[in-house]
């Protein structure tokens, strides 16, 4: 199997951007690179859920519950899978890079749940997709950590800079604070690496977040090369 990467984060993190950094330099670094990001938008896979994030089925992410959101973004993983990119997964001498994966499930829909729930909530998750869909298990997990309040300004920012509407998440303040909870305990119960993109209340610079992101992705690759 290809040596995948998932990159997740909250919305405003930072994501698009670094995950395309990291495509370029593992290209440089003579890597074939398989860039993905999720939700497709704009495919057909991809309708259920843009029709959730644009609130079709409800103002509020708390509308739909998280086994039956997580599905909706799941189908979207599955059909991407199986028509654009399961012969390059199947390959040992490439490298898949993912902007957002099955861990935006783990980020976004833990947070509906009582905390009292949340591990048999992954568990569900990484079975469903890894096990019973049988979608590629990524290697290594990027989290970009942003507290809320920063994240918040940059999503505002963004969408006056560009124009484009925020889904139902990025509208939702106290959606993107749980979101934030459960994404550090899912950082720590599943063992993903956790890269902290704010300093005293405002976003490191973009060329340390991206040198810190390859100092993780050479260390892993290395130890992959050693064992394959």
Not at 30 to 51: D, Q
Not at 177 to 204: F, M, Q, V
Not at 212 to 225: C, F, Q
Request: aromatic fraction near 10%; glycine fraction near 6%.
């Amino acid at each position: 199997m290809s040596f995948f990467i998932a990159i997740d984060g909250l919305d405003g993190s930072g994501k698009h951007t670094q995950t395309s950094l990291l495509c370029q330099w593992l290209r440089e670094q003579g890597r074939e690179v398989c860039a993905l990001s999720f939700p497709c938008y704009g495919k057909k896979s991809a309708i259920p859920a843009e029709m959730y994030l644009n609130g079709e089925l409800g103002g509020k992410p708390e509308d739909t519950n998280a086994f039956a959101a997580s599905v909706l973004f799941s189908v979207d993983r599955y059909l991407s899978y199986r028509i654009d990119w399961k012969e390059l997964a199947d390959r040992k001498d490439a490298v898949i890079v993912s902007d957002r994966y099955s861990t935006a499930n783990a980020v976004h829909q833990l947070s509906k749940m009582p905390r009292s729930e949340w591990e048999s909530f992954l568990s569900w998750l990484w079975d469903f997709e890894f096990q019973k869909l049988g979608l590629p298990k990524p290697d290594l997990v990027l989290y970009l950590e942003m507290p809320p309040s920063v994240s918040r300004k940059l999503i505002v920012s963004r969408s006056e800079e560009t124009g484009r509407k925020q889904d139902i998440h990025e509208m939702d303040f106290s959606h993107l604070e749980k979101s934030y909870a459960a994404a550090l305990y899912a950082a720590d119960a599943l063992g993903w690496d956790t890269i902290h993109c704010a300093e005293n209340g405002e976003p490191r610079s973009i060329p340390d977040i991206q040198e810190e992101i390859r100092a993780h992705v050479a260390s892993a690759l290395k130890n992959e090369d050693a064992i394959r």
